[in-house]
């Protein structure tokens, strides 16, 4: 009788454990080629798209210009005409257009193949504010950006008192704020005082406010608190002096002269 040899169990274990690391090595190696191999297609396929006209700009379309002119959007942005789209620095054109003092915010976005957008909104001033550096146009939000120097459009209301705008939260700020609250309160289409007449907002040592008229430069002492509720008050008064033809004889307008009283001073004394 034939005995039969056989291998010890942790033998075949430790040939079946090498066989299967070698599996996974050749799997492993196989992998990082076609990899390699996928990446340098890719490279190649990505450098050929850089040279073909196909992503070659054709069309660059630019909205919301007003002030700034279309042909100066672009010199902002940098952005050549016959640019790839896809080597475009969509980040670094938009960051050129907003440094213009007059860009509020710039969009730039693609469509593939070949078109560029450029969305532009630009800054509306509501007023300017004399500083020691000269006239600056300020928007609604009470941002100084830009100064006004003719020939451009300088029909807006004057903030003056201020040598300098400190930060927000200071005592120059929020003076600014209140006389540009005011002056949106003009803005609303009240005939009787429309943004339109008022000529000039002093900002006085304590932080009051003096309205100075575009037609009659009387000054109406407004004070720092409840202006909206002055600013109605005021209109009242105001069509009361034209329908009373004391307008012309007015010299000044205290608004705060006693608890809810206003005080009229008249050149005309009897």
């Not at 850089?50 to 630019?62: A, E, P």
């Not at 210009?65 to 100066?72: A, F, G, P, V, W």
């Not at 209140?178 to 040592?205: C, D, H, M, T």
Request: net charge positive; charged share 20%; proline share 4%.
């Amino acid at each position: 009788m034939k005995k039969i040899r056989t291998a010890p169990v942790g033998q075949n274990r430790s040939q079946s454990g090498g066989e299967h690391r070698n599996v996974v090595v050749l799997v492993g190696l196989i992998l990082c080629g076609v990899c390699l191999g996928v990446g340098v297609v890719g490279f190649f396929a990505y450098q050929g798209m850089l040279r073909s006209d196909f992503f070659q700009i054709t069309d660059i379309s630019i909205d919301g210009c007003r002030r700034l002119s279309k042909s100066k959007v672009l010199e902002l942005s940098g952005v050549d005409i016959h640019a790839n789209l896809l080597t475009l620095g969509a980040d670094e054109a938009r960051g050129r257009i907003e440094a213009d003092a007059w860009v509020a915010k710039a969009v730039i976005e693609r469509h593939w193949p070949n078109q560029l957008e450029m969305k532009i909104t630009e800054r509306k001033p509501v007023a300017m504010v004399n500083l020691s550096s000269g006239l600056h146009f300020v928007d609604r939000k009470g941002v100084v950006f830009a100064p006004a120097l003719p020939p451009e459009d300088i029909d807006f209301p004057v903030i003056s008192g201020l040598a300098e705008i400190g930060e927000p939260g200071s005592e120059s700020h929020r003076a600014m704020l209140a006389a540009l609250r005011f002056v949106g309160y003009a803005g609303g289409g009240n005939p009787v005082l429309p943004r339109q007449n008022i000529s000039e907002l002093q900002v006085a040592a304590d932080g009051g406010l003096i309205l100075l008229l575009a037609d009659r430069p009387f000054p109406i002492y407004l004070g720092r608190e409840r202006l909206k509720t002055k600013y109605y008050r005021l209109a009242r008064v105001l069509h009361w002096l034209y329908s009373h033809k004391k307008f012309a004889t007015t010299a000044s307008v205290m608004m705060d002269y006693r608890e809810d009283k206003v005080l009229v001073v008249s050149t005309v004394t009897s």
